[in-house]
């Protein structure tokens, strides 16, 4: 991966007569026998793109079937004919494991490419995160003129989602124009909502198609934009839910367009956490009043990168005294691992680009992936409290974040939690803020001898809540999340 970033950077500029910018791309290849080569975008010829270099330049004629393949970006799907997208020139030299650095940044193209190549059999990994940012960075001005460019026409149309399809009885009408407002505005689109260019914008992004010369929204353009999406789309929204010291419940269910959805969330929560604090424990607790940033990062997730072809079940957040849980329909979209996620290490990767596009534009999402290390981890660590954990529940993927420091103990399983003496449970919320600890890390923080920290430590360990790392003087222990 590295190296292929490294060639990335030797790719030769397409002089184009309206002075776009072209993409650097390099790509790596690995042979069984460890032997490598390497091609970078018109390193032979201007325009050629990298994986043609390499596979029907360098490698013409070989056998690489047991190869494996690295290239910064995306693989192709579509060129002007006669040329063949680089997905098709991968899947005809039988490749079967590919390391994609990130995706197109189009929201009518990325992950197509990726689609085909799993299609075909071929299994995909992303770059390593700190990778993925700097071939972003290095590509920055390519990717913001790629984002205002009309996709071509492919082959074999990919779709990664039946919602990219118009929706049945569904006219431009249904659209909310303070959603459309908002994102205008957001976005800092110029063209008026209405206006052509604005509906130009739209039809580029995939939100709206035209069909025999009439317009009309898509799925994901009702799911956006829509006045009432819900009629449409039954499993749209968010169901919120806060339970009160009293044992009664305040409920909340938004069926705005996605787009209204976060402000209209944070003027709930403004009403209703400072309710959820339960002041008569006899136990004394640091409560934290957490920032809607946070929140707002899981609800936007939740709402972005779920998946929509699981029917019947809405995103939900709870919320108690000890936690916020944001549950989302949907297990982790590949290559994307649940370990990745409570590591904090999940590659960028997109499950419905079109909606990621729209809140990205908007300051409300990452670029091309997870608010994970910014706005979750970052923020646990300065507030003080258990790092946020991801685990799987029936057909939901649920994210927990912590409102205290003690969640960390209150949410164990009770016959875990019983287990635990004081000194125990006081030692596993220190480590909950971690991703990782030594013992001699865990016995200065805690202020107690070596011997208990070992003791302790070991019954973690049994418990399941750590896991050893290393050996000899290189051993750490893992917090185990989820």
């Known amino acids: 991966m590295e190296l292929a970033v490294s060639v990335m950077k030797q790719s030769v500029p397409e002089p184009r007569p309206d002075g776009s910018p072209s993409p650097l791309v390099g790509a790596v290849l690995l042979r069984p026998d460890g032997s490598i080569e390497t091609a970078a975008r018109g390193e032979l010829r201007d325009g050629n793109h990298a994986e043609f270099i390499l596979l029907e330049r ?17 693989p192709c799907l579509d060129r002007n004919e006669p040329k063949r997208g680089c997905a098709r020139h991968i899947v005809g030299a039988r490749i079967r494991e590919v390391y994609v650095g990130v995706e197109d940044d189009n929201p009518r193209v990325t992950g197509k490419g990726i689609e085909h190549l799993r299609r075909a059999g071929t299994t995909i990994h992303m770059f390593d995160r700190d990778l993925q940012s700097e071939i972003l960075e290095q590509n920055k ?231 994970l290390e910014k706005s979750l981890k970052r923020k646990a660590i300065e507030l003080g409290l258990p790092l946020p954990s991801f685990k799987m529940e029936g057909e939901y993927l649920v994210l927990t974040i912590a409102r205290h420091r003690q969640a960390a103990r209150a949410t164990l399983p009770a016959s875990v939690k019983g287990s635990l003496t004081k000194a125990e449970a006081a030692g596993w919320e220190w480590l909950a803020t971690r991703e990782r600890a030594t013992t001699a890390e865990y016995q200065k923080a805690m202020g107690i001898p070596n011997r208990t920290a070992k003791n302790h430590i070991k019954k973690l360990v049994e418990l399941g809540l750590l896991r050893r790392q290393g050996a000899g003087p290189s051993t750490y222990y893992e917090v185990l999340r989820g």
Request: net charge negative.
């Open 58 to 74: 360098k490698c013409l004629g070989e056998r690489l079937d047991d190869c494996v393949l690295f290239t910064t970006l995306e």
């Open 141 to 371: 001005r390519f990717f913001e003129w790629a984002r205002q460019q009309k996709p071509k026409p492919v082959e074999e149309p990919i779709q990664l989602s039946q919602y990219e399809n118009p929706v049945a009885a569904v006219e431009l009408a249904d659209l909310s124009i303070e959603a459309l407002e908002s994102y205008r505005t957001k976005a800092k689109i110029e063209p008026p909502v209405g206006s052509e260019e604005f509906n130009r914008r739209l039809l580029h992004q995939g939100l709206l198609l035209s069909e025999g010369g009439v317009v009309k929204p898509s799925g994901f353009g009702i799911l956006l934009f829509g006045k009432q999406p819900r009629e449409s789309i039954h499993h749209a929204g968010l169901l919120a839910r806060a339970e009160l010291p009293n044992g009664k419940s305040a409920r909340r269910e938004f069926r705005e367009a996605l787009v209204l959805v976060p402000g209209l969330l944070e003027e709930w929560l403004a009403t209703v956490l400072p309710s959820t604090i339960d002041r008569s424990r006899m136990e004394r607790r640091e409560e934290v009043d957490l920032p809607f940033e946070m929140i707002r990062e899981a609800v936007v997730n939740a709402l972005v990168h779920r998946d929509y072809d699981l029917k019947g079940q809405k995103c939900q957040l709870v919320l108690d005294s000890d936690t916020i849980r944001v549950k989302s329909p949907g297990l982790p979209m590949p290559p994307i691992s649940l370990d990745e996620l409570n590591s904090f290490s999940a590659p960028m990767k997109s499950r419905n680009p079109q909606l990621h596009y729209v809140f990205a534009r908007m300051g409300m999402a990452e670029e091309q992936g997870f608010g």
